[in-house]
């Protein structure tokens, strides 16, 4: 049987690490629950918000993207939101996601966390009655804002404790390093939470050791900055901290020039735990096998490197040990 990579890496049962759930808003969706809620959105149809997707940097991007979210207000709207997204990791073949979510987008607006955790959270139940996909939750706290808020934030998503299984750290990276949610961390550390936080996306390789440090991340949210420091490269290999790298993200918001030139390649060289992940696959034009198929194609991987990278997407996931044998199973039989 001759399978190129490409084929391969779209064949393959996937983990997806790295996904924001408002981030899988479509522009279609965007438009229906503006209609269901009787909201107008500042633009006139779905092909005239799609052709504002057309970002620069990070920030760019962020406006657009909160500004998508805002019509979110019912149980049924994240509900409906994060069932699109199962639908579509179920058609590239994901059989496990851990999910972001940004309470504090939607309690600013008024939106109880109730609203968004039940939601999102019997989303996540019927993806695993339905569809056999296991999923998690993960908690986001937004950068720009302050160290009090994200401290409120936790403090409303406690009744709902049980619901998620970690923290993480997301928003304008440039001038909010990691240290200024250190204790934030700290008790999420007591709560028996997973730790994560996006680092070196658009930062410096210093926010990385922020995070690994200050934070103590168990995985670092992109991290693609890491290889301007060979000392960082090399405690992240040590300690196999995973990487969840988001290809077209990159791409799309001009981390990168062109796929060609993406760092996956030489992250795996450098013997890191990189993973494949869509980020925000509504506003960055493809969700899981989109990313893998085309960084396949762009930097030429190899069929090792494709189950390489699915590997690394079981061993960093927050999975139990039980499920984690079942991801690995299911990929072995999938290879063979
Ligand atoms: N970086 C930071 N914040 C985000 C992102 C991202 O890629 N996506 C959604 N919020
Ligand atoms: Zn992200």
Redesign the pocket.
Known sequence: MSMTAAQLAAAIPKTELHI?I??SLEPELIFALAQRNGLSLPYDSVDALRAAYAFTD?QSF?DI?YAGASVLLREADFHDMAWAYFLRARADNVVHCEIFF?PQTHTARGVPMATVINGLSSACDRAQAELGISTALILCFLRHLSEEDAFATLEAAMPYRARFIGVGL??S?VGHPPSKFSRVFARCRELDLRIVA?AG?EGPPAYIWEALNDLKTERID?GVRSLEDPALVAELAKRRTPLTV?PL?NLK?CVVDDLKHHPMKRLLDAGLCATVNS??PAYFGGYMNANFVQTVEALGLSREDVVTLARNSIEASFVNEARRGELMALLDSAID
């Open positions: 924001h408002e981030g990070l962020l993207y940004d997301d928003s990276e996006h996306e992109h988001c993200s918001l980020d925000d």
